[in-house]
């Protein structure tokens, strides 16, 4: 009924939300970019962002990808990037998301924190936890945080004052809805287009 783009009641509640940075996966991570800006700790979700979503301990590529990681993590290291600590939501403590946990803690040498229900991103909690497993010298000025979901990983990063980059590769189809539901909006994306006909031209 509001027949040219009238501020509809709800409006206010979206959250349009900008990350710093995008790439499609992190090996496009603009290292020099993050470092130019004083970046020298790095914090990554795993799911989706340093894993592809469903490469579980068992998958054939697990190994290979781990490969690639301490590839990538090395050359980070060489760059000027001091320290490394994933930050994973899980929700609940199943064994197999442990076992992977402790190979990728294993294999690429880094701290992994994981946050259970009641303390999952985007709460500050999650992001407190990862600033505290860095060894020494971490603050918000010179981490930036890395991950595919801008609800949780970009959304919670940014409202507690990091810098984000947002990796849209692995992003699947139910996400978009999702987003509308929680009422989020990404902008500037390269693979989300908005064309919701409520935003206009
Ligand atoms: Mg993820």
Redesign the pocket.
């Given at each position: 009924m509001s027949g040219h783009g009238g501020v509809m009641k709800k409006k206010a509640e979206i959250r349009y939300i900008k990350p710093h940075f995008e790439c499609g996966r992190i090996e496009s991570i603009p290292l020099d970019l993050l470092i130019a800006q004083g970046i020298t700790r790095l914090g990554f979700?795993?799911?989706?962002?340093l894993m592809g979503q469903k490469v579980s301990s068992l998958h054939p590529n697990f190994h290979s990808r781990l490969a690639e990681l301490k590839h990538f993590l090395a050359e980070a290291k060489i760059r000027g990037i001091e320290e490394v600590v994933i930050l994973s939501?899980v929700g609940l403590p199943l064994p197999w998301l442990i076992y992977r946990t402790h190979l990728a803690r294993r294999h690429l040498k880094v701290h992994v924190i994981r946050v259970y229900i009641g303390q999952l991103k985007p709460k500050p909690i999650a992001f407190e936890r990862m600033m505290a497993a860095f060894t020494y010298g971490a603050t918000k000025e010179n981490t930036a945080f890395i991950?595919?979901?801008i609800d949780t990983?970009i959304l919670g990063a940014a409202e507690f004052g990091l810098t984000t980059v947002w990796i849209t590769d692995s992003l699947h189809e139910g996400f978009r809805s999702r987003l509308k539901k929680k009422k989020i909006v990404p902008i500037a994306q390269r693979h989300f287009q908005e064309d919701s006909s409520e935003s206009g031209t």
């Open positions: 979700d795993w799911d989706g962002t939501n991950g595919d979901r990983d």
